[in-house]
């Protein structure tokens, strides 16, 4: 009966109303200003259902930002120049009922009646400071990367060994490109 | 260079400590992966790493019982001692592990299963629902009051002007107990604002939601939770436009939450998620525990699986080595040894077997040196035997040859030694000697006398041989007899020996006793001749003169037989020198060369011949002697001839030299042949009959022999063998000093 058990554990997509999800870097630019250079991005977060179901049962979510600066050589791997991590968890509140963004970096926070425009606010990304212009030499050519991702070490221990096998809860977009200008 | 024993230990530390530490990395392991379905965040970072460390774990554990099963076929497969213990232990010992952990498997499914359901209870599931329930109405009043003052406030704000509007926002915020109170124009622009907060310049902009709310012409109402169990509520109206066109507005409030009833609030949210995310993680952890309990019980099989092949190896090896041991010392080596394994019975098994090997090596080594000894001494026998001038032969009960010696060969004339295994029936064919001998000895088995002893007499070409024999039963098995050995002495010679002794105290006698009343005979027969016979008186003159002439005659002729006698029994001292025998034999005969007979003498001599140690005057006198028999046995033969030959005999070994005398006469009587050699044996008219009497003796006492037979062609002949060397002086001395003996004792 436990083996059975463990099985139908195991086995991923196996119920009928298992929605995969998504998450995708839309667009990202960066602008300089100041002497930094300032990021733009459109992030599309579509939760899978057990993710979806996990933050509805009260568990928090970490969302990841991950961006990354690289240099590029001729005829030579790049170089990572710099890289970036900002976090954002998502957490329901059942009380209120309403979803709660708190900005990991910041600890800034902002509540929302639907997942809808907490994911919404999640996506739009603007303004913010990637690199000092100064760091980057001028003469070289510099790219900028970006994804996001669902954290898999914040959720808890439970679900971190199913989540290691699950695919709803491998939740991660590809790098997104983009050319950092000197302007 | 380290001793072999010392690497292997080495080797062994380090392969135990190489698996103890593995084996403790792995149960950390599995303590961090249980630990983990504790919810530890600290944990599951490592989590990974775990489950490889976990992989490895098993992995290395199917490669390590794949090893073992592999080498457990192949040993069985060719039979390998002890390969079918080894199979049986380990599939004894993997049921015995395999089926209680098993059901404490299963047991502790069920149990975790059923735990982990019985936390969650409707009636407590309900009771915080409806707790949260009772605190959200609690709330919605509020939130309600408080929408419901915001909207009092539509009125008066519309009635103010735009400069009033600030100081009179501050006025509206205190009576209705707000925090914050704003007027937005579009687009958010900030028109007018009252806070508690005296140094928050900027107030809280509405979010996009209430924006889009109030756009569709409701008012916005919504409770913020601000963590530390702290809330707001934010309401919003819009503000009924003065004129038609004018800027939209809106009215935006923020209210605190009574502190004991946002804490009681936030304390049930707490329970309540708390239950919920429980609830929701219910299936997780269960799968979770069952995962690392199905991992444990991987490792627990896994670990008895390879324990039972170890355990299996540590059990058979010392029996296997028994196994080895004793085929070996089946095929007869008694050298092996076995390692002790422990001081338990197997370790006093192969103590056992240890002992029993070495006391094996060493009765087998006595066996093999008693072995040893018989064989030297049979090969002692042998050489006795073969040295021995006695015949010796033992026959099987059915006659047929076990062993015989050399001298029997040379008595019988057959050479029986390789003849081993035949019949003697068989073998003494043809053979008058053996067969005289075998009829005697049958004529004994066959009236039962297994036991006699009898001098018997063989006649053969050569001449009678005189055998003193005796036979006796060999034990054998049971009432059977084991076969007879026949004893015999060729006693020929020593007959000869004493019959010579005989002779010549005869002669010795005779010579002194008879020669000493001869010479008074002798004077007396002659006085008497001389005063009767010249004078002629009396008329018996005549008869005296007869008579002592006849004595007178037959006292010389007394004389002369006693002077042979005496020549017989004398020996003067012998005298060795080199010799040749050729030229010795050609000087004799030369004197016979010039006889008034017509005789032809012949010389046939062996150039390589060596020169002989012999006494030349006795050797002279023996080819006188003989020529001078052949010689009287040729009176009346018509073309007389003597044949005188030399021969160098058997050069290889002790060398001999042999001389043949042949005559062409009527050679020896049938009956006297066997006596040539004795006194007085003679078949001539003529003669002492002590000429090859003293033949005989000479050349005995030069260590020869002397034989006598009828030649095939007729005629006599006399062949003498004498050594080259050494044994005539040692013969001579002998008979020398017992001359002696004699001489003393008369």
Sequence with gaps: ?183 | MVPMADRRQVKRLIYTAVMLAGAVLWLAALLLLSQTAQNSADFARLQSAILAVNAAGVFVLLLLIGGNLVRLIRDYRRQVPGSRLKARMVTMLVALSVLPLVLVYLFAVQFINRGIDSWFNVDVEQGLSNALSLSQTALAIQMREHLERTQAMNEQVNRLRAVDLIPALGELRRESGARELSVFGANSQILATSSENPTAAVPDYPSEELIFQLRQGRPFVALEPLGRAQFQIRTAINLASRSPGAEPRVLQGIFGVDQQLSGLAERVQASYNQYAELAFLRNALKTSFTLTLSLVLLLALLLAVYGAFFTARRLVSPIQQLVAGTRAVAKGDFDTRLPMPARDEIGFLVNSFNDMTKRLAKAHQEARRSQAQVESERANLAVILARLSTGVVALESDLSIRTANQAAGAILGVDLTNQVGESLVAVARDKPLLEQFLAISQGHLERGESEWREQIVLRGEVGRRVLMCACTVLPGEGDETGGYVVVFDDITALLQAQRDAAWGEVARRLAHEIKNPLTPIQLSAERLRRKFVPSGEHADDALVDRATHTIIQQVEAMKDMVNAFSEYARAPDIQISSVDLNQLISEVAELYRHQQRPLSLNLSLDSALPVVQVDVGRMRQVLHNLIRNALEALEGVSEPRIDIATRYASPNEDGLAEIRVADNGPGFQAEIVEQAFDPYVTSKAKGTGLGLAIVKKLVEEHGGTIQARNAERGGAEISILLPVEGRASATATIIQSARENRRERA
Excluded: C
């Excluded at chain 1, 459109?42 to 049962?57: C, F, G, I, K, N």
């Design chain 1, 1 to 183: 009966m436990g083996l059975t058990t463990l099985l139908l554990a195991l086995s991923t997509g196996a119920l009928a109303q298992d929605r995969p999800g998504r998450f995708e870097v839309r667009s990202a630019s960066s602008t300089l200003r100041d002497g930094v250079h300032f990021l733009e991005a459109r992030v599309e977060y579509r939760l899978s259902s057990e993710a979806r179901q996990a933050l509805d049962a009260g568990v928090p979510l970490t969302i990841e930002l991950e961006m990354m600066v690289i240099r590029h050589r001729r005829f030579w791997p790049d170089v990572e120049v710099a890289t970036l991590r900002q976090g954002y968890r998502l957490e329901y509140h059942a009380l209120s009922q309403r979803y709660i963004v708190i900005n990991l970096n910041s600890g800034e926070q902002s509540t929302f009646a639907t997942l809808f425009s907490a994911l919404n606010f999640l996506g739009r990304i603007s303004d913010l400071p990637v690199i000092d212009a100064a760091l980057l030499e001028p003469g070289n050519r510099y790219d900028g990367r970006i994804r996001a991702l669902l954290s898999k070490e914040d959720i808890p221990g439970p679900l971190q060994l199913i989540a290691f096998w699950r695919k709803g809860w491998t939740l991660e977009s590809e790098w997104f490109r983009w050319r950092i200008v000197d302007k």
